[in-house]
């Protein structure tokens, strides 16, 4: 049965005469989602800057706007083409990122990632040898730099086979940029403020620089495998070879804007997951032990394999809780393009939806002390009944994140592989500081300490 409209608007925080809401969402914009929430419910209305804008909190809504109702809800990217994605799958819209879509997934399909497990455990253990000359000195080390270098390598070798943040010193200049510029703690307020006040054209004029040598190097490596005889089983040949329902194979610009987004793209929320899973069994060093019981029974000191990967069941529920408490994906954003009926509530054209995975997440309704950090409840047997909207950290319906099962993989084994080695420990007086920008991490890094296993454990 239809509900009837309502006119009116949502309950929602007081806005400011001139400013609306706007210095709350520069400053904090994640704690202004979660204090509306608290405040007034499962659907919330904010005067932003940009706009009317509502925050929806419970699953059914999350399934409404991603799923049943998804072609209604558009993505906030601009038609033409993304700086540095171009028309990408994180950037594209329509039937042009259907098609994409269509081309690319088959490259993350279950029989390719288990082939790509190998070299993910040559990747992790390569970054052991690297932590040994830290673990050594007991001094506290940076753990998000160290999972950036981990991750990038991680992603080169699947989809270029080879490590090109090693090889490419172009690349690693650019790659190091968007690490320090781009995602870094100024990334929220002040690059807010300099979006509405046009400020930083220096900074723009830097940025597009680093694309400019993006392009020459992934245009100079699809050229060079063009050109290469010798087989490849990874993501640049699959994505060459891939063709469209016509028959039809995607031409070098295409090509380049998937690489972008698959590697340049997804490696920084990719490696802020993986340091929160360090963050985590770093705080709870009963985790920790426990995970490190598991890969003893069930590796018995050998490297992973893609076979083994799938009997570790409660390091796979670490990840996953991690990702459920904190999700580097915060916030999916949609734009309403015609009026739609969510309850007794009438969302007009034009109208910003928000749905937060980090506000889902913690749904009193659908999961118990929401706060606290409890992978058990990811095991297998523990998994049925939830409802599907409730957790989603690589969001939902069609625009689900592609790659959201090759993450998964590439992040249990780097944990699974790190402690087989070594104990973390949150260095002594080390204080977590969480900013919500372009993902939600923590501010200032994760300070911990490394230590060898010990021969008997």
């Known amino acids: 049965m239809t ?45 932003q800057h940009h706009g009317p804008t509502w925050l ?50 088959p490259a993350f399909h ?30 506290p080390v940076e753990l998000l730099n160290q999972m950036r270098r981990l991750v990038i390598s991680m992603l080169g070798t699947s989809i270029f086979s080879k490590d090109i943040y090693e090889s490419q010193p172009l690349l690693r200049e650019t790659i190091n940029y968007f690490s320090q510029e781009i995602h870094s703690p100024h990334d929220s307020l002040l690059e807010a403020l300099g979006g509405m006040l046009r400020l930083y054209r220096s900074r723009f004029k830097r940025f597009m620089k680093a694309v400019e040598d993006i392009n020459t190097v992934f ?50 929320s990719t490696s802020v997951a993986l340091t929160w899973i360090c963050y985590e069994v770093a705080n709870h ?3 920790q032990q426990r995970i490190r019981e598991e890969l003893a029974t069930v590796l018995g000191g050998n490297p992973l394999t893609a076979e083994s990967l799938q009997a570790l069941h409660y390091t796979r529920a670490v990840v996953e809780e991690t990702l459920r408490l904190r999700p580097p994906a915060w916030q999916f954003v949609r734009r309403a393009a015609k009026e739609d009926q969510l309850g007794s509530w009438t969302i007009t054209p034009d109208t ?13 309704d659908f999961w118990e002390e929401p706060e606290r950090f409890i992978p058990e409840r990811f095991l297998p047997e523990r998994k049925e009944g939830r409802h599907r909207y409730a957790y989603l950290p690589f969001g939902a319906g069609q ?20 402690l087989q080695h070594y ?35």
């Not at 194979?249 to 920084?268: C, F, I, K, N, Q």
Request: hydrophobic letters at 40%; one cysteine or more.
């Open 352 to 364: 910003k939806v928000i749905i937060s995975p980090y506000i889902l997440h913690r749904h009193r």
């Open 399 to 418: 625009r689900q994140c592609v790659g959201n099962g090759y993450t998964l993989t590439l992040l249990t084994t780097a944990l699974a592989t790190l």
């Open 219 to 268: 245009y100079g490596l699809i050229a060079e495998r063009r050109q290469s005889s010798t087989p490849r089983e990874d993501v640049l040949t699959m994505l060459i070879e891939a063709r469209d329902t016509q028959g039809v194979a995607m031409t070098d610009t295409e090509v380049r804007d998937e690489l972008v987004s698959l590697y340049v793209g997804g490696h920084e």
């Open 3 to 47: 509900s009837p409209k309502n006119s009116a608007l949502p309950p929602g925080p007081k806005r400011h005469w001139l400013l609306g809401t706007g210095i709350q969402q520069l400053k904090n914009p994640l704690g202004l989602l979660v204090r509306g929430q608290q405040k007034h419910g499962d659907i919330v209305f904010f005067h």
């Open 423 to 457: 104990q973390l420990r949150l260095a002594p007086g080390y204080e977590l500081v969480i900013m919500s920008g372009s993902t939600h991490r923590p501010r200032n890094g994760v300070l911990a300490t490394i230590h060898p296993v010990p021969a008997a454990a």
């Open 56 to 105: 929806l909190s419970h699953p059914d809504h999350a399934q409404r706007v991603l799923a049943d109702n998804a072609t209604n809800y558009l993505s906030m990217m601009g038609d033409g083409p993304d700086p540095m994605l171009g028309r990408g799958l994180f950037a594209s819209k329509g039937d042009f990122w259907l098609r994409q879509r269509r081309m690319v997934q």
């Open 110 to 139: 279950r029989p390719r990632l288990a082939r790509m497990v190998d070299g993910m455990v040559q990747d992790a253990q390569r970054a052991v040898e690297r932590l040994a000359p830290l673990a050594s000195t007991g001094e």
């Open 285 to 287: 060093p009963e985790v």
